[in-house]
C-alpha cells in the first residue's frame, strides 16, 4: 500500500480524492488538482491494466465536484 500525501476526502477502491487531487492507493500514480482539467484523463489511466475503471471514474467526478472543476469528461466518457 503507498502512502497516501492528503486529506482523504474520499475513498473509491484504491482510488482516493485528497485536498490535493487524485491517489491511488495500490501503486504511485497522482494527479494534481490543477490538472483534473485535462481532456483525456479517463481514456489515459483506464487503459492501465492495473485500473479499476470503475472505481477510477467515480473518483475522477467526485474530485471534479470537490475541487470545483470543469471537464469536458465529466459523465462522457
Not at 37 to 58: A, R
Request: net charge negative.
Amino acid at each position: 500500500m503507498v502512502k497516501v500525501e492528503g486529506k482523504i476526502i474520499a475513498t473509491f477502491g484504491d482510488w482516493v480524492v485528497t485536498e490535493y487531487g487524485i491517489e491511488c492507493t495500490y501503486i504511485y500514480y497522482f494527479i494534481a488538482k490543477e490538472r483534473l482539467h485535462e481532456s483525456d484523463w479517463i481514456y489515459h489511466v483506464c487503459e492501465k491494466t492495473w485500473v479499476n475503471k470503475v472505481n477510477f471514474e467515480n473518483a475522477f467526478n467526485h474530485a471534479l465536484d470537490v475541487h470545483n472543476v470543469i471537464s469536458p469528461q465529466k459523465d462522457h466518457y
